[in-house]
């Protein structure tokens, strides 16, 4: 499985028999536009609370923000028949160290410097696509 935050961009296919998930705290309304574009199946993400047909400002459930990605995640996978073992996450965010820790492969993609740090310090891998 690879867990890709919505700004990396790792070069995994599905081809390869990933199953690839965008897990990231924006809402979908934003989101789920970009998902689709680029021909991925599963977004997990903050929704949106939607009363009578409007958006009230409010979040819907948890919000998928710091250890609120694994508490969406773990249901996800559950439903899913879906594993963390072999598991990849790609962020740039130190609010995402969570699910960086929980994952097999964690990696840090243009990380802030909060996350660079850690990720040296662990000896994850750093990628720069800047």
Same mark, same amino acid.
């Given at each position: 499985?690879?867990?890709?935050?919505?700004?990396?961009?790792?070069?995994?296919?599905?081809?390869?028999?990933?199953?690839? *998930?965008?897990?990231?705290?924006?809402?979908?309304?934003?989101?789920? $536009?970009?998902? %689709?574009?680029?021909? @991925?199946?599963? #977004?997990?993400?903050?929704?949106?609370?939607? *009363?009578?047909?409007?958006?009230?400002?409010?979040?819907?459930?948890? $919000?998928?923000? %710091?250890?609120?990605? @694994?508490?969406? #995640?773990?249901?996800?996978?559950?439903?899913?028949?879906?594993?963390?073992?072999?598991?990849?996450?790609?962020?740039?965010?130190?609010?995402?160290?969570?699910?960086?820790?929980?994952?097999?492969?964690?990696v840090?993609?243009?990380?802030?410097?909060?996350?660079?740090?850690?990720a040296?310090?662990?000896?994850?891998d750093?990628?720069?696509?800047?």
């Open positions: 499985m690879r867990i890709q935050e919505e700004s990396g961009n790792s070069g995994i296919t599905k081809e390869n028999g990933d199953t690839l *998930v965008v897990i990231t705290a924006s809402n979908t309304f934003v989101t789920a $536009p970009i998902v %689709k574009r680029y021909g @991925i199946n599963h #977004l997990i993400a903050t929704e949106p609370e939607i *009363v009578s047909g409007r958006y009230t400002g409010k979040v819907s459930g948890i $919000p998928c923000f %710091k250890s609120g990605k @694994i508490e969406n #995640l773990m249901p996800w996978l559950e439903r899913n028949g879906q594993s963390l073992k072999d598991s990849t996450f790609y962020s740039d965010s130190h609010n995402d160290l969570p699910l960086l820790e929980l994952v097999d492969n964690p840090a993609v243009n990380a802030d410097k909060i996350l660079a740090k850690i040296q310090t662990k000896g994850w750093i990628l720069n696509w800047r």
